[in-house]
């Protein structure tokens, strides 16, 4: 079992840039692979990016690859999502989630493979 929360949601202007924290419950955080995903009212969750357990394999959606940053300090059981270059579209909840998948996966994109979720942060981007 594990709890996440998420902090660093806010209000920033285009160009802008906000960094996203997860901190996690649990003295197993390295058991996860940790992920970033974002929803619109009325649209469904979308892969924004994902972290291998120890940190080294990183996976993005396309629309923020070149912008955002995934990162993890296991140290502290918590991941990071610099996002920079804010655009309009950005806007939306962001949830952290994490999933236990065998050990031979090392990163998981598909929101109905992740185990538990945060409550969500607010961005809003305006132009």
């Known amino acids: 079992q594990v709890q996440l929360v998420e902090s660093g949601g806010g209000l920033v202007q285009a160009g802008g840039s906000l960094r996203l924290s997860c901190a996690a419950s649990?003295?197993?955080?390295?058991?996860?692979?940790m992920g970033w995903f974002r929803q619109v009212t009325g649209k469904e969750r979308e892969f924004v990016a994902a972290?291998?357990?120890?940190?080294?394999?990183?996976s993005y959606s396309d629309s923020v690859k070149g912008r955002f940053a995934i990162s993890r300090d296991n140290a502290k059981n918590t991941v990071y999502l610099q996002m920079n270059s804010l655009k309009p579209e950005d806007t939306a909840a962001y949830y952290c989630?994490?999933?236990?998948?065998?050990?031979?996966?090392?990163?998981?994109?598909?929101?109905?493979?992740?185990?538990?979720w945060g409550q969500g942060t607010q961005v809003t981007v305006s132009s």
């Open positions: 972290i291998s357990r120890i940190g080294g394999i990183t």
């Open positions: 989630a994490a999933d236990k998948p065998p050990v031979t996966v090392q990163v998981t994109t598909t929101a109905g493979e992740y185990d538990y």
């Open positions: 649990g003295r197993t955080f390295t058991s996860y692979v």
